[in-house]
């Protein structure tokens, strides 16, 4: 079992910097693949970023690549996501979720384990 809790939104202007923070509970955090995804005020869920657990690779989606990046802390039990250049579009509620899965991770239902989100918002 594992708990997320994601902190670190806020409202930013366009071309600002923001790094999300996700604080992980539970044992053997570094067995679990770790991701972002977004809900947009559309209310669309979209992948945003994921590190694997077996190789620690990352894969991002197009919107974010080369502004955001993840990384994690599992001495501390913790996933980042670094975003830069933000731009109006990035506004949405962040989600931290975690999976046992080493494929297919740019899906959702991939992941078991998700925390309560926080709301980011860009302004132009």
């Known amino acids: 079992q594992v708990q997320l809790v994601e902190s670190g939104g806020g409202l930013v202007q366009t071309g600002d910097s923001l790094r999300l923070s996700c604080a992980a509970s539970?044992?053997?955090?570094?067995?679990?693949?770790v991701g972002w995804f977004r809900r947009t005020p559309r209310k669309e869920r979209e992948f945003v970023a994921v590190?694997?657990?077996?190789?620690?690779?990352?894969y991002y989606g197009d919107s974010v690549k080369g502004r955001f990046t993840i990384s994690r802390d599992n001495d501390k039990n913790m996933v980042y996501l670094q975003m830069n250049s933000l731009k109006p579009e990035d506004t949405a509620v962040y989600y931290c979720?975690?999976?046992?899965?080493?494929?297919?991770?740019?899906?959702?239902?991939?992941?078991?384990?998700w925390g309560q989100g926080t709301q980011v918002t860009v302004s132009s």
């Open positions: 979720a975690a999976s046992v899965r080493w494929s297919e991770l740019t899906i959702a239902s991939a992941f078991g384990y």
């Open positions: 539970g044992r053997l955090f570094g067995s679990y693949s």
């Open positions: 590190q694997a657990w077996n190789n620690d690779r990352t």
